[in-house]
């Protein structure tokens, strides 16, 4: 049915859309991050992490709503397993670096009979960790980006290379946006899904990319127009795409719903990167290039006077 949408102009025009559709994504996610920012989490910002169990298997729910009354300012519980709990907190200039915000929680849960807690560990991160984390997680994410320039420069015409890199820097943005947005906590899980992105949106680009290369390689003789021969190149591809972009979904579906809140943010940001890089392999990697011009002229072997002397000798 897709091989259908993809025949002739109505494919051309359908790619041209959604890179039309995907430019407005950027666009509305680059003022989302600039008016909304991140939601760092603790893991940058710095603040207390304390984890403990229960005698007893406890709803998640309920010993939020008990701690709550016993607790000053803002928390976030998470359920590690049935009797395990991870509580976050966020740092308050009224206390020293030692001691929690609202000690008196952790008295509560202890001596309450229906609960029976026991404090297994409590400690507090420092916002200049959080810097330093932050600050080598950027780094790591620049140098993978460069390496990708680079072999992209190395594999590829330069249309087709820009294409992959575009499609790249779109798929993040949009993921970052969508964080910024729903005001999700943006965590070291995440940063390391945003590496992850970057290796599929890769593969992606990468799988659509060499498809169009050979297809101009075979039409040199310039019967076929460049549209015709990037929409050829992507039915061929469409199949394979969506059954590796389909399992590898399957495969974060189940972690974003089964592995509970400590993944969440990691399964979500993965989850919509392979969607927007699937879809961005597609209307960005592969439009963009016919937009600069490619063709299969870029792919004629080029021969000197001298050597095309001696082919026309008898």
């Not at 760092?40 to 939020?64: A, H, I, M, P, R």
């Not at 016919?290 to 095309?308: C, I, M, P, R």
């Amino acid at each position: 049915m897709l091989n259908y949408f993809l025949k002739g102009e109505k494919g051309t025009r359908l790619r041209f859309m959604g890179m039309l559709s995907s430019a407005i994504l950027v666009l509305l996610s680059v003022f989302t991050l600039t008016q909304k920012g991140l939601n760092f989490g603790l893991d940058f910002t710095g603040g207390y992490l304390t984890e403990f169990t229960t005698s007893q298997s406890v709803e998640l729910k309920e010993l939020q709503s008990f701690i709550a009354k016993n607790h000053n300012g803002e928390f976030e519980l998470t359920a590690q397993g049935n009797s395990h709990f991870q509580l976050r907190e966020a740092p308050s200039a009224s206390t020293t670096s030692t001691t929690a915000n609202s000690p008196d929680w952790q008295s509560a849960v202890t001596q309450n009979d229906d609960i029976n807690a026991q404090v297994l560990s409590s400690a507090y991160i420092g916002s200049q960790v959080g810097d330093e984390l932050f600050d080598q997680g950027c780094l790591a994410m620049f140098a993978a980006m460069i390496a990708v320039m680079i072999y992209l420069a190395v594999r590829f015409e330069w249309r087709l290379a820009l294409g992959s890199v575009v499609a790249l820097v779109h798929d993040l943005i949009l993921v970052l946006g969508l964080f910024s947005l729903l005001q999700i906590e943006f965590n070291l899980t995440v940063l390391a899904s945003l590496l992850a992105i970057i290796g599929y949106s890769l593969n992606d680009s990468i799988i659509v990319g060499d498809r169009v290369r050979e297809l101009l390689r075979v039409q040199s003789n310039n019967v076929l127009s460049p549209a015709t021969i990037i929409n050829n190149a992507i039915k061929s591809t469409l199949t394979r795409t969506l059954i590796t972009s389909g399992t590898t979904l399957a495969t974060v579906a189940s972690v974003w719903l089964l592995a509970g809140a400590p993944l969440q943010g990691f399964a979500i940001a993965l989850f919509t990167g392979i969607v927007v890089g699937t879809f961005s392999s597609i209307c960005i990697a592969a439009t963009l290039p016919e937009l600069l011009g490619l063709s299969a002229k870029n792919y004629e072997v080029k021969v000197d006077a001298h050597t095309q002397t001696l082919l026309d000798m008898p």
